[in-house]
């Protein structure tokens, strides 16, 4: 330390020059660090504070409380972001789902650069939304996702969570009638010239599993389970879902043959074949 007009100063750890002044005024003793970078800046509040020390007390450390918020700031920055994704990535989620989460969180992030997600309100967040015609339900999912994992991680109080001033819509319940007749769906399964493609069709048709489904499920990436006994459920499929969860689907006995075999990129498998039904019920269920 070195000694000034108003006390000493120091070197902090960044290696610049801090001012501390100290003074007693009407027997009331004054210490504050002061907010500035030079002698001259020093030499100024000191000035001030020698013309009404109150109130040089009183911006000194309104100052020092804005350093202090500053330094406990929560932003949507890079570091934050990708320890976010690395904890999606360790909790299973495909890579669909990351690449997706990356693009949504990254306009989040530019729409919010320098702003502190502790201070930020329900109307800015609404706000920016209007700004994205499309996939609104999805950026409010990704965004309450980042936060939560922000307060999970002791980051972001729950009080000050901007995640909690939105909710993803419901989804919309579609009343209209879809899908093909049993006529339509005989003359699609006759045209195909591959069994296995017949056989694919039908455990899509029969479980509603996305195509990057049933190639891991092909590729060893799930569990195929013969059942007896068990009514009309011959077969259970397990398979890991888009979201990187478990799901097993069930599927119904063939009415005029045991089983058939099927193989998908050279992964052999054994499939029921479709009855005459081939769009029938199958029950679906988290493990």
Known sequence: MTKWSGDRTY????????WILRKTVARVAHSVTLDVRSEAEALAELAAFRRNPAAS???QDEAQQAHEDAAQAVFLDEDRARRFLQHLKASGRSDEYLKSTRSYLAAWATALTGKDLRAVTGPALKKILATWDTGKKWRIIVFKSFTSFLQDAG???????PGRFLK?????RNRELKGYSIEHVQKLYAALGSQTLRDVLCLQAKTGMHGTEVDRLASGDGKI???KDQCAIATTVTFKHKTGERFTASLDARRDSPHLSASRHGAQHRFDRPSARPWSTCARART
């Open 11 to 18: 070197t902090a750890t960044d290696g610049s020059t801090r």
């Open 225 to 227: 389970t013969a059942l």
């Open 155 to 161: 980051e972001l109080d729950p009080m000050v969570n």
């Open 168 to 172: 993803a819509p419901p989804a919309r």
């Open 57 to 59: 007390q009183e911006r």
